[in-house]
């Protein structure tokens, strides 16, 4: 493997006649103010030369390479070069410092010039874009540079925020004193961009480049697996003619995962890693996520690979959108495909929101798995019944291991990654026509016996009322809490414009009513006094169990807001039992003489209960 490596600095690296292009299949630009201020900082804080890293290249041509690590660098401090240059030519200095010697240099014995950097990606215009910062501020170039309100997004955006950045530190900088010292405060800040230093990493050609790239890059070079995975397999394809085309494909993968509306998104990561467990890339065993590129890596190593992992993450990454947001274009990805099953049944729908409610991911390889063979129009075994069978059995499981005692995921990691790799190995896709009906029964099996490792009816009982609790200020928590109410009101009809909203039977302002009380209290029935100790835990007392799920039903959200309000227990279910059968009102509600906190601690637990023996049992999956 043909490599040179130089220690140099960046303004000898710039000013050899040689053109740098960032190829098609590196990521876009993504620099935005954070790492804007990190360079400014290293820069005008350090005296002696500061270190910005590695740039490693490789010839396509005379005088041309490739960038394959430092286009962010790169791009970044021409642009800043960029803003110096025009600060010069704006206090008088028609030729900029000379610095388009670094950034737009003449051909030498010639009278044309060369840009320094080029992108081959033109995504949103970003070449041009980025060509008009480098150009002279009177050029007619720069006067067509779009103005930043008009780019919301993306690279471009991110290009012109690095400008606007550099221009407004630099303006603040020579903000004062006269010609020449204003002068005198760009060349310091010039000699500092040109003394940074950089090593050179020379190679001869795209494969040892990578190698050498991906060797700093585990060696603590900050870039994700995403980046690690769309260099590897893109630069397989890039002699192919199709780069374009490629670039198009994976970007809609992304674009799928980033346009998710779920809280935080998908992590771009995690799906490239589950997508591998899905499909038995590791055989059924684990694998640690820090070493998902290196399986790709070791899997992918020509273009006819790369190319076929490439189309089937792409087939696969709208699936992969529903485990997340499961109403997800059921529909549009299925249309138009033969191959793929339109499924109108939708009941396995409920148990995927559940577990994103939950905020449970480590059955992700397995749902996808699963949810492949259901659209999978050649896959006889796979039903939206059984799916949804199965969907459930996971759900009822994560809500006893997961929200009511608390265990971490990553005890049953493995479990999941084992049933993924079963789920493919006997799939169409694999060859092989096997059902879901084992997989079922062994998975209820081993659920079965982490349960009875971690809970009992008596442990489920004692932590419900904490699990159920309502908290007005948690997000989570109410929907949560709608989770399990309607576990208890499945009937309930929901209308689009009244929706189903939380009712506290007894009413929250009984709360300061019966705290009052309490302060007014100075001895007990026995005739001890009141300590202010237990003035207080009485308060918490009371105020946990009218925030308990027995003093918690669902109700329509103009009941709830016009009809109920605020009222006393029987008016209230004089109301109720108008609407008890539209709204599934529970019949203990309907039928109680009096609602007293210790009914509301009666009927607490008299829902664990049944939630225990019917509700998240799993006898019903014997």
Not at 10 to 34: A, G, M, T, V
């Amino acid at each position: 493997m043909e490599v040179k490596v130089f220690s140099t600095k960046l303004s000898d690296f710039l000013k050899r006649e040689e053109e740098l292009y960032i190829p098609r299949f590196q990521r876009p630009y993504s620099w935005r103010k954070k790492q804007f201020e990190e360079l400014w900082n290293d820069i005008t804080t350090n005296e002696e030369s500061h270190f910005i890293g590695t740039i490693i290249r490789y010839p396509v041509g005379k005088n041309k390479y490739y960038i394959v690590d430092g286009q962010q660098r790169l791009t970044t401090l021409s642009v800043l070069l960029a803003a110096i240059r025009d600060a010069y030519i704006g206090l008088g200095d028609l030729k900029g410092g000379k610095i388009d010697d670094y950034i737009k240099p003449d051909v030498t014995g010639s009278t044309e010039s060369f840009y320094k950097i080029n992108y081959e990606n033109g995504e949103g215009g970003f070449n041009n874009n980025y060509r008009s910062i480098i150009d002279i501020p009177d050029s007619d170039s720069r006067a067509a540079l779009p103005e930043p309100q008009y780019i919301s997004s993306g690279p471009s955006k991110n290009l012109m925020d690095a400008h606007k950045f550099f221009k407004l530190k630099i303006s603040r900088m020579i903000s004062k004193g006269a010609v020449e010292e204003k002068k005198s405060r760009l060349l310091e800040l010039l000699n500092k961009v040109r003394e940074l230093t950089l090593v050179d990493i020379l190679m001869g050609d795209v494969s040892g480049a990578y190698r050498i790239f991906m060797t700093l890059n585990v060696r603590g070079v900050k870039l994700n697996q995403t980046d690690l995975i769309k260099s590897h397999i893109l630069s397989h394809l890039s002699d192919s003619g199709n780069n374009d085309t490629y670039i198009e494909m994976w970007n809609k993968i992304l674009d799928v995962l980033s346009t998710c509306p779920i809280s935080g998104g998908i992590k771009e990561d995690d799906y490239f890693y589950n997508y591998l467990m899905s499909i038995g890339a590791s055989d059924g065993i684990k694998i640690s996520k820090k070493k998902t590129f290196e399986k790709y890596h070791n899997d992918i190593q020509d273009a006819e690979t790369a190319y076929k992992y490439l189309k089937s993450l792409l087939e696969d990454v709208s699936t992969y959108r529903i485990v997340y947001e499961p109403t997800y274009n059921q529909a549009s990805i299925l249309r138009g495909d033969k191959t793929k099953r339109g499924v109108k049944n939708t009941n396995w729908i409920p148990p995927l929101e559940a577990l994103q409610t939950f905020g449970v991911t480590q059955p992700n390889p397995l749902i996808l798995a699963t949810l492949r063979r259901l659209f999978d129009g050649g896959d006889r075994h796979y039903r939206a019944e059984n799916t949804q069978r199965l969907f459930s059995m996971i759900e009822d499981f994560h809500f006893i291991f997961t929200k009511v005692e608390s265990v971490r995921g990553s005890k049953i990691e493995n479990l999941y990654t084992r049933y993924a790799n079963d789920t493919y190995k006997t799939s169409p896709r694999n060859g092989k026509q096997g059902g879901i009906q084992k997989i079922q029964d062994s998975l209820a099996k081993e659920f079965q016996e982490y349960l009875l490792e971690i809970t009992s009816k008596e442990s489920f009982v004692k932590k419900f009322p904490e699990v159920a609790k309502y908290d007005r200020s948690s997000d989570n928590n109410q929907k949560l809490l709608m989770y399990i109410l309607r576990k208890y009101q499945p009937e309930i009809k929901e209308l689009p414009d009244n929706p189903a909203t939380i009712e506290h039977i007894m009413p929250q302002s009984e709360v300061d009513r019966l705290h009052k009380a309490v302060d007014e209290k100075i001895k007990h029935e026995n005739g001890t006094v009141v300590t202010d100790e237990w003035k207080q835990a009485e308060k918490e007392r009371i105020t946990r169990i009218i925030n308990s799920p027995g003093n918690l039903i669902l109700v329509r959200r103009k009941t709830n807001g016009v009809d109920l309000k605020n009222k006393p227990f029987l008016e209230k279910q004089v109301i109720l039992k108008k609407v008890r059968v539209s709204q599934d009102i529970p019949s203990e509600i309907l039928e109680a003489e009096s609602w007293t906190l210790e009914d509301i601690v009666h009927r607490t637990k008299k829902m664990a209960e049944r939630g225990y023996d019917e509700i998240w049992s799993f006898n019903k999956y014997k």
